[in-house]
């Protein structure tokens, strides 16, 4: 029988950890998934949340340590999506009196939709008492899906954030600072790019929520719970959901012959020299996800393809199709288009198509070299990117 873990007093962990789940949504998941669910044993027994439907045995599992599942007088669904919804059947099974409760218009619809599930709709700012304990509702539409929604309780001070501040990272150790800190940080940053960037906008708005909240934990639905580190990821997230970035560079690419990546080496080590920090990322060797974590708040950006059959390397369009979809219009963005060629220089100049579509800032033209760069040519992207810098500080 798994065991759940008492997180505060009358409120334990009860939910899934998914060890060997590598891939969400297409970006990578090499640290594993736990799909987080929240047992609030009140004098009317709540669940917040269940699990992706693999896992609803470990789900029931750990409530039956706590108390019997028929007893559930309360479920509240914060998100439809099926990693958090998906042993809500299993549960209305168990216990058909449970009241389910999610978000007016796109909570209700979309349980309804997936399960055939009638449910109580909630709006922002409506509250239910369940005893000594008073949950309040808060949407947050678009933080990631339409009908998302977060939950505080008032006792516990525990604000259940739903995908807000979550981590794709299973572990047995549920909080933040029982980990490794810098891994957390890491797989915070990797989860927001590659899941929340494109709604920045709506979750800041979700953010200045937040912070009026007294706050002892951040208990998000996938992850760690947060306890001692609130402060830092809630500055992170300002900064994220700010569009704020460093500067530092990403220098992507992928190359045919070397000589593409030869050009991406000295674009690399020219923003070095400038006494700007920068990653080289070779598509064939990084994952587009991973990609996107270091992108999130790089100033610079570099992106470079040599043409193949009139066209940019499709490893490369994918990745600009990934980005365009994840990365927000910003102007702070600075970004270059290199490539190499044989006939027409046209791989790089459809990665300047892309990169001026996604309305990044293009200081310098296309840099597209035929056949095979000189140490003269490479030399002279030294000033190229110098001539970028400059432009961008002016």
């Not at 992706?52 to 108390?67: G, T």
Request: aromatic share 10%; net charge negative.
């Amino acid at each position: 029988m798994l065991n759940a873990i008492e997180i505060s007093p009358k409120v334990w962990w009860v939910g899934g950890i998914d060890w060997n789940e590598r891939s969400f949504h297409g970006y990578t998941t090499e640290r594993g998934i736990t799909y987080n669910a929240y047992l609030i044993t009140d004098e009317k027994i709540t669940l917040i949340d269940t699990c992706k439907a693999p896992f609803a045995d470990e789900l029931v599992q750990r409530i039956s340590q706590v108390i019997d599942p028929a007893k559930i007088d309360v479920v509240i669904a914060n998100h439809v999506e099926m990693d958090h919804s998906g042993s809500l059947p299993v549960i209305h099974r168990i216990a058909p009196n449970a009241q389910i409760y999610a978000s007016a218009g796109a909570g209700v619809n979309g349980i309804k939709a997936h399960f055939g599930i009638d449910v109580t709709p909630v709006k922002s700012g409506e509250t239910l008492n369940i005893g000594e304990r008073t949950l309040t509702f808060v949407t947050t539409p678009m933080v990631h899906w339409p009908d998302n929604m977060v939950t505080y309780s008032d006792v516990d001070k525990i604000l259940f954030s739903n995908d807000a501040f979550g981590q794709h990272f299973a572990s047995t150790k549920r909080f933040d600072d029982e980990n490794d800190l810098c891994e957390v940080f890491k797989q915070a940053k990797k989860y927001y790019a590659n899941i929340v960037w494109p709604y920045g906008m709506q979750a800041h708005k979700a953010l200045d929520t937040v912070r009026t909240l007294d706050l002892n934990m951040i208990a998000p639905s996938h992850g760690c719970i947060w306890r001692s580190h609130i402060p830092e990821i809630l500055d992170l997230y300002e900064a994220w959901t700010t569009y704020q970035t460093e500067e530092k560079a990403v220098v992507v690419f992928d190359s045919m012959w070397h000589s593409t990546e030869s050009m991406a080496r000295e674009i690399c080590d020219a923003f070095i020299a400038e006494g700007i920090s920068a990653r080289l990322m070779d598509i064939k060797a990084t994952h587009i996800s991973d990609i996107m974590a270091e992108l999130c708040d790089a100033r610079y950006v570099a992106v470079g393809s040599p043409t193949l059959n009139s066209n940019m390397l499709p490893t490369v369009s994918s990745f600009l199709t990934y980005m365009r979809g994840l990365s927000p219009k910003n102007e702070q963005r600075i970004g270059l288009a290199f490539g190499s060629y044989g006939w027409a220089p046209l791989g790089p100049k459809q990665v300047y198509a892309e990169l001026e579509n996604a309305k990044f800032q293009l200081p310098v033209p296309v840099v597209a070299q035929q056949w095979i760069p000189s140490e003269e040519n490479l030399a002279e992207l030294q000033g190229t990117v110098r001539a970028m810098i400059e432009a961008a500080r002016a």
